[in-house]
């Protein structure tokens, strides 16, 4: 007999979790679904999650050189160019030979390195049109949370006065790494597992309206979760991925 669904795409998911303060989850159940449909898709899954790995080496290769800069990865169009695209009208991809260095330059640039989910680079140097400051800090950080904002994309942020790279999911800040911590490098591809299971959806909706709290994931790697109950979870992830 098939089960029957307990809430609809068109339902917002709450839920209160009390303990030393209340703390308010609440996501919209259709993009939920969009997260656990993404889970089921594991050649999609893949790809997005080989263009974030590569976007946070660039990303820590850019903290290195003393600079800043900000990728997008995602289906937006939500940005505007400020330089001519050299790119226009070519099929210049982020897995093309060569392109490593090309990105760390691009990255570099004023503005965003926009990538669609298939690896495609749409822009470089491009002003976003969502915007969402962040305290304490700049335009490039106030861009990364506005975009991030939009279902399915993923900032990348390389600070440069922090000198850490900074991940942007659902409107806010999901993970900040270390690239100075010794082999940091080399834990990128848990790192991508993590932003991209639904456990990393908990962490964005449990950070509304409560106060952040800092999880070691792994070393020279922090998780910004919202509650206890949400810390334990990646706990018990981080046990898994430590392994």
Known sequence: ?????????????????????????????????????????????????????????????????????????????????????FFENQEVSVFDKGMNKVLVKLGQIDGAVVINSSGKILAYGAHLSRQAPLQGHGTRHAAAKGISTQPGITAVLASQEGKVVRIFKNGVQLIEINPYTKGVETQMEKVVSFINRPEAALVTGAAVGSTVLGVALLPGIVVFAGSYYIANRIFNFAKDVKK
């Open 1 to 85: 007999m098939p089960s029957k669904a307990i809430a609809k795409t068109s339902d917002t998911l709450l839920s209160m979790i009390t303990g030393t303060g209340q703390t308010q989850l609440q996501m919209d159940a259709k993009e939920f679904a969009k997260i656990i449909k993404t889970q089921e898709n594991p050649k999609k899954l893949k790809r997005m999650q080989q263009i974030q790995k590569l976007c946070i080496d660039m990303a820590i290769e850019i903290v290195k050189a003393g600079e800043g800069g900000l990728f997008v990865i995602g289906e937006t169009k939500h940005f505007s160019t400020l330089f001519p695209n």
